[in-house]
């Protein structure tokens, strides 16, 4: 009997740890990581016409990826359920959240293991502002605004 893969569907055999067809880790525990050292390094430019305000992946699996931001809650994190899915095990399974709060978006931690950084500093909530520079688990994001 075998199970499917909550990313892509493909059948799974039981006991395996990472989907065959996607790489999706089926098991285990969210690892440790270092802050990554940001001085001197020049950002990817930003992808041509973001939304309103978007979040733009410059470093990990999904680079130059971008997820436009609205009025609903945008959620971060290793879960496939997540807005936002970063499929590494430094990334908590839910690690942060993006909330619309009257003309400003504000990210907050969700009680992750290796916490989220802006700009190298540890937060666990902060007003976003235009390139804000977000380090969740290994990624980092940007924050944009039109």
């Not at 690892?31 to 410059?58: S, W």
């Not at 936002?84 to 619309?100: K, Q």
Request: proline fraction near 8%; charge should be negative; charged fraction near 20%.
């Amino acid at each position: 009997m075998s199970e499917t893969c909550p990313v892509c569907g493909a059948p799974v055999a039981p006991g395996e740890t990472v989907c065959g067809a996607c790489g999706f880790k089926l098991l285990g525990t969210t690892q440790r990581f270092e802050p990554i050292d940001l001085a001197g390094e020049a950002p990817a430019p930003a992808p041509a016409a973001p939304a309103a305000a978007a979040l733009t992946v410059l470093r990990g699996r999904q680079a130059g990826a971008s997820y436009a931001l609205g009025e609903e809650p945008v959620t971060i994190g290793r879960s496939p359920q997540c807005t936002v899915f970063l499929n590494d095990m430094t990334v908590s399974r839910s690690h942060a959240a993006v909330e619309r709060e009257g003309d400003a978006y504000v990210i907050r931690d969700d009680n992750s293991f290796n916490g989220v950084w802006i700009n190298g500093a540890n937060v666990e909530a902060k007003v976003l502002v235009p390139g804000d520079l977000i380090q969740i688990g290994s990624f980092c994001l940007r924050y944009d605004e039109a």
